[in-house]
């Protein structure tokens, strides 16, 4: 005769040691969370695109993002002055400005940095936009800021050896150097007529952004410390600008939570008529 | 509720905790996405139904309880889970409704395949450099200038490796060289990240086009020192089969 065995206490006991034992192995290490993109939000007074101290930066969300020696390509470089980069973004929705911030342990003439954009929807190999083999690669807008220059330069690259400034310039900077670290602040409007040389954005899309830093501080030789290709740089990051507010969702849910109540109205209605 | 509900109500429980947490935990396994989860959970629940409703006399028994509970006329303790169960469900579908429609914080996803296939005339070689202590000593040295910055000591953790993302890859992870051929491994440093088929997302990847710069002959010879290095054997036709 077969023996039927009914469940008891004994097994809820198992039950529930199955179920910690599921979420214990379930549990994850915190590992730290590695910025992976820079988010421009919405400024409501004035855009402080010409001032990297401001304090409306302090209200804008910080990334921060690891630098590497330049070794990709010749000329290359061992040794770095900047290890990381901090960037905050804010825009107003016509303009958008970066700030991008970094230790350097003295200000000099050839100090430099740079934010480096594809353009369009192609996409773009980091390293200027080098050709690739079995992809068609698209063209590279380079913001670059120099210390002794003073200033922003818009450029572009296809390639390395096709770097060169465009003939229309639409990008400003400045940078202050306050306590061993640079702020340098670059900023152009979303939209520009130069649409196959200019990265545009569009506020609630995803861009991709990569970051270079030049040390030009002088080495026995006379030359900056780092030049040219000889630079910190990173590979390709996220950048998005915040949408405008969209309350839609929100509505979309109330009306969800509405009909959901009501179905639950009726069931129950009919099922106690049935009854 | 009777207890022919709580059976199916711990089944499920129990076969979403055993896809959710033990799966992911077995040896080569891999965390299963949510839609899968969920398309597991919608089968068990058909399965469920099905079973429960093969005769009137359990179709009322297994249907029954449900609508005295959502009718109230269980009583006791349920009545309290009752109205508990009816606040929660339209909150949950507002939730849901809410996490469809609201734009995400989340950048694109990135589907990259981390080897994708070589190009035909890159398959099936065989190193063609002799095997000797002093070619994997020149292979090792030309590591040592070459890929180590980003490499390292064949755990691709060089000194240059932070910037990069992807991240450089560790030799001597067992998911990396050694289940790749030695003719993949020729491919993907003569080519370098350029080389790359969409799939590979090239426009990412720091790895330099050495053909620029090596011969094909150091190339096989930095090979042999990065499988010697890394203490790992390249895939070969005869294992695989």
């Known amino acids: ?26 549990l994850e290490p915190a590992y730290s969370q590695q910025s992976v993109s820079v988010r421009a939000t919405l400024v409501k007074g004035a855009l402080p695109a010409d001032d990297p101290t401001a304090a409306a930066w302090a209200t804008a969300a910080v990334s ?32 958008v400005a970066i700030l991008v911030e970094y230790s350097d342990p003295s200000e000099d003439p050839d100090d430099a ?20 083999a079995q992809v068609q690669g698209g063209p590279v807008n380079i913001w670059y800021w120099k210390n002794k220059d003073g200033k922003g330069v818009d450029m572009g690259a296809k390639g390395f050896g096709t770097l060169k400034p465009h003939t229309h310039q639409d990008v400003k900077a400045k940078g202050v150097y306050q306590g061993g670290a640079w702020k340098v602040v670059f ?20 861009a991709s952004i990569a970051f270079a830093i030049w040390d030009g501080k002088k080495t026995d030789t006379g030359q900056p410390k780092e030049k040219g290709s000889e630079k910190a740089i990173s590979s390709w990051w996220y950048f998005r600008a915040d949408a405008p507010p969209d309350y839609s969702p929100y509505m979309y849910a109330l009306l969800a939570v509405a009909l959901a109540l009501g179905f639950e109205m009726v069931l129950v209605r009919r099922l106690k008529k049935g009854s | 509720m009777g207890g022919v509900l709580v059976r199916p ?20 396994s891999a965390p299963l996405p949510s839609s899968l989860i969920f398309l597991y959970l919608m089968l068990t629940t058909a399965g469920i139904v099905i079973f ?33 169960v009816l606040a929660l469900f339209p909150l949950l579908v507002g939730w849901q409704t809410y996490g469809s429609t609201a734009s995400s914080d989340a950048p694109p996803a990135e589907n990259r395949t981390i080897h994708p296939a070589p ?12 095997k000797t202590p002093d070619n994997i000593m020149y292979g090792k040295g030309l590591y040592a200038s070459r890929c180590s910055p980003c490499h390292g000591n064949f755990d691709g953790k060089g000194f240059a490796a932070p910037g990069f993302t992807p991240p450089p890859a560790n030799f001597k992870d067992p998911t990396t060289i050694a289940m790749l051929q030695e003719s993949f491994l020729f491919w993907r440093i003569k080519k370098g990240g350029v080389g790359l088929p969409v799939e590979g997302m090239p426009w990412k990847s720091a790895m330099p086009r050495w053909e620029l710069e090596l011969s094909d002959e150091d190339i096989w010879k930095v090979i042999m020192g990065e499988y010697d290095g890394a203490g790992q054997k390249p895939r070969t036709w005869d294992e695989s089969e």
Not at chain 2, 119 to 129: A, C, D, I, K, Q
Request: glycine share 10%; hydrophobic share 40%.
């Open chain 2, 119 to 130: 190009p035909g005339e890159y398959t099936g070689l065989s190193n063609p450099v002799p």
């Open chain 2, 52 to 84: 429960a409703t093969l005769s009137g006399a359990s179709k009322d028994a297994f249907f029954g309880p449900i609508f005295r509970f959502l009718t109230g006329e269980s009583g006791g303790a349920l009545s309290s889970a009752r109205y508990l």
């Open chain 1, 113 to 132: 940095a740079a934010l480096e954009f594809m353009v369009g929807e192609t996409k773009a190999h980091f390293a200027h936009g080098q050709p690739m």
């Open chain 2, 9 to 28: 109500i711990i089944l499920t429980v129990f076969i979403y905790l055993f896809l959710k947490f033990i799966v992911p935990n077995l040896p080569h």
């Open chain 1, 187 to 206: 900023s152009r409007p979303f939209h520009t007529e130069h649409v196959d040389e200019d990265t545009q954005f569009k506020p609630g899309e995803f």
């Open chain 1, 64 to 95: 921060e993002f690891p630098m590497s020696p330049q070794v990709h390509w010749p000329v290359r470089i061992t040794e770095v002055t900047a290890k990381s980069v901090k960037v905050r973004g804010l825009h107003d929705g016509t303009t």
């Open chain 1, 1 to 26: 005769m077969a023996r039927v065995r009914r469940p008891g206490a004994r097994w809820w006991v198992g039950a529930v040691g199955l179920v910690g034992l599921c979420l214990a192995t379930g």
